[in-house]
Every structure is written in structure tokens, then in C-alpha cells.
């Protein structure tokens, strides 16, 4: 792992900062947040994404890297820029364990999106988190509608759901590294979060507060469509591929839950991996008895915040904000009070 104490060297050495990410995923949001704070922003882009990231003149980056993919990172060239990366669900994807011994100063804690590429952590984390769970199956317990989920599956795609012991061996490769999850009947929230070391909003947690910014629903083929599927007769088994995402209000009545819920996760990830700071996400299932079920963190922005609409951030600050925006008065008020070595590894 790259030493923390070498990024607050480099951090020492900015005299001024730029926001960078990878041209995919929430790039746009992120770097239409950093120019309401008038920050410059670099985009790493491929050739084939320029078009579309030069083409929203209230998101497009100051400057474009072009790499020929997205899993090389140009290191030197984004410290020459006083660069700090922010990462996102297609950055994690693409940089892969590489993140660890990435030379740039990240957003965030690293040691959090390492912490989360392991399933098993992920749910000893949100049972230290006093999070309600989803039970885990061995084959021989699948006793009603069960998920199956495959390592490095990503956006939902290629799940299996089974319904008993046979139907799991007659589906799953013999020795396949699956997690299987007592499948929750339920309506999704997925919550935005964020995680500040010196804000005045939101729950206090043991080293700062965490805001509530907004919740969505994702839109997942072909399992939100069943019923039509299932009116034109066609059999075609689920499957829970992202596809885009929607905005949703919960009744006010579920907020204070999803708040602790917020609070413990901040809270034990503190012992699990020294924190968690800026955005991160918690995937639910509310039951008919309102039983809240956890079943996946995201440490770091979501794709979902990419909504506006949702009037979470309205009460939190006062006009509609979106996480990227978020990232960056973060960022804008550490580096002010010299204090980005707190929120960044
Ligand atoms: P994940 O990769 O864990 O984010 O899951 C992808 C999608 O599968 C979720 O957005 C849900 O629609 C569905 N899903 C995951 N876990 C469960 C579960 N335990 N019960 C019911 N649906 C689930």
C-alpha cells in the first residue's frame, strides 16, 4: 500500500489543487460540482468518450488526458497538475487492487475501497454497523428464493436466483466462489451519504457528521419489468443489470433509522479501516413489516447521485446540491484550513 505519509508529502507540495477522475460513471456531476466551487478539473478520457465530455459546457473538464484505457492512470502528469483523484464506481473497477499503490492523492480513504471489493468484509462491516443483513446461505440451506452472486460481478449482471439445493448445483459451476443471500422481498432504497470531518449538518458521528443527500432506486433489466415480461408470456429468467436510476422519497417516518443507519456505518468503519469520509451508499430492501435489509456499501459516489430532484439536499443545504458539488466544498474548505491530509488517502 502507498504510505499515507508519502501522500501528505505530496499533498504539502500543492501549492493549489485540481479535481480528477475518469471520464465515466458520475465524471460529469463530479466535475460540474468542482466549477461551482471554481476548481479545475481534469478529465482522463479515451479517445472515444472525447466527443461526449466536451460536449456539456457546464461539466466538461478544464483539460482532457487521453489514455488508450482506463487502466492506466497518468500519475505524472495529473501530480504535475496538483491533482487529486476522485474516485468512482468505474475508477475502482477499472484501477482494481492497483488502487493500493496508486502515487496520487485519492478522496476519501483507500483503505475503504479495498476494504469493500470483499463481499464478507462488507457484511461483517454493516453487522459491526448494527445494520440489518440479508442471511448467507450454503448451498445445502437454500430453503425459498435465494441470490446468488459471483466475485467481481458488477452492476448486477450474471446473478442467479435459485430456490433450492438442487436448482443452485444444476445452475452454478462445481467449485464457483459464490455468495448466496436469502433473497428479500421488498421495495430498494439506495441512500446517498456523506461523510464530513468538520460539518454542521446531518447525525454527529465519533469524528465528524454524516448528511443525508438522496436516495434512488435503480433501474434494473429485466427485473423491473417482470410483470410485462411476464404479460406477453415470455420466460426469461430475472436478471438485475443496471440500466439507469430514479429518484425516490421515503415517508418521513424511515428517515431516523436510515440517519443511525448512517452513523453506524461511519462509526465502525473507524475501527475496521481508520474511516470513511465523503460520499458513500447503502443498498436496502424495506420489507412489508418495514424491516430495513442491508445487503451492499458502496464506499465511495454512486451513480445514483447523478438525480436531481430529490429534496434531501434541499434540507440539508438550502438549494439543490449534488454530491459532486459536496466533494467539492470538502475539498475546497480543507485545503483552506490545511487540513486535506484528514479526508485524503
Ligand atoms: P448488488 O450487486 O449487491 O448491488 O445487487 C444487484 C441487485 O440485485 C440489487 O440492486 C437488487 O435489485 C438485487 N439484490 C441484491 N441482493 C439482494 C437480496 N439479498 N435480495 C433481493 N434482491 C437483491
Known amino acids: 500500500m502507498f504510505a499515507k505519509e508519502e501522500i501528505d508529502q505530496i499533498l504539502d507540495s500543492y501549492d493549489d489543487f485540481t479535481i480528477a477522475t475518469i471520464c465515466s460513471h458520475s465524471a460529469l456531476q463530479i466535475f460540474h460540482g468542482a466549477k461551482q ?3 479545475k478539473t481534469i478529465g482522463i478520457c479515451t479517445e472515444e468518450s472525447r466527443e461526449l465530455y466536451e460536449s456539456f ?10 489514455v ?11 501530480r504535475e497538475r496538483n491533482s487529486i483523484l476522485v474516485p468512482h464506481g468505474s475508477l ?8 493500493k499503490d496508486l502515487a496520487l492523492p485519492i478522496f476519501g480513504n483507500r483503505g475503504s475501497l479495498l476494504f469493500e471489493r470483499d463481499r464478507n468484509n462488507m457484511f461483517d462491516w454493516m453487522e459491526k454497523a448494527g445494520l440489518k443483513v440479508p442471511r448467507i446461505l450454503q448451498p445445502e440451506e437454500i430453503d425459498g428464493p435465494a441470490i446468488v452472486k459471483f466475485p467481481g460481478a458488477k452492476g448486477g449482471k450474471g446473478y442467479l436466483v435459485v430456490n433450492s439445493p438442487e436448482e443452485y448445483y444444476q445452475k452454478v459451476a462445481e467449485g464457483a466462489k459464490t455468495m448466496i443471500q436469502e433473497f428479500i422481498v421488498g421495495v430498494r432504497a439506495y441512500i446517498h451519504y456523506f461523510h464530513s470531518f468538520d460539518g454542521d449538518a446531518g447525525y454527529s458521528t465519533n ?15 429485466n427485473a423491473d419489468e417482470i410483470a410485462r415480461q411476464l404479460s406477453v408470456g415470455a420466460n426469461i429468467p430475472i436478471s438485475f443489470t443496471v440500466m439507469g436510476n430514479q429518484s425516490l422519497v421515503l415517508r418521513e417516518s424511515l428517515l431516523p433509522k436510515y440517519m443511525e443507519m448512517g452513523r453506524g456505518i461511519c462509526n465502525s468503519s473507524k475501527g475496521l ?17 418495514l424491516d430495513i435489509y442491508s445487503f451492499e456499501i458502496s464506499a465511495r459516489i454512486v451513480a445514483g447521485t447523478n438525480l436531481l430532484g430529490n429534496p434531501y439536499s434541499l ?14 466544498k470538502e475539498l475546497k474548505d480543507a ?3 490545511k487540513n486535506l491530509g484528514e479526508i485524503i488517502y
Do not use: K, W
Open 273 to 289: 479501516f481508520g474511516g470513511i469520509h465523503g460520499p458513500f451508499c447503502v443498498e436496502t430492501i424495506i420489507t412489508d413489516d
Open 57 to 66: 459546457p457546464y461539466a466538461t473538464p478544464d483539460e482532457l488526458l487521453i
Open 207 to 221: 469524528y465528524g457528521n454524516v448528511e443525508m443527500l438522496g436516495i434512488d432506486q435503480r433501474m434494473e433489466t
Open 335 to 337: 485545503f483552506r484550513n
Open 315 to 328: 434540507y440539508t443545504h438550502g438549494t439543490e446540491y449534488t454530491t459532486g458539488m459536496r466533494i467539492a
Open 37 to 39: 466551487y471554481s476548481i
Open 92 to 99: 475502482v473497477e477499472y484501477t482494481g487492487d492497483g488502487i
Open 68 to 78: 488508450d484505457d482506463y487502466s492506466q492512470i497518468p500519475v505524472d502528469e495529473l
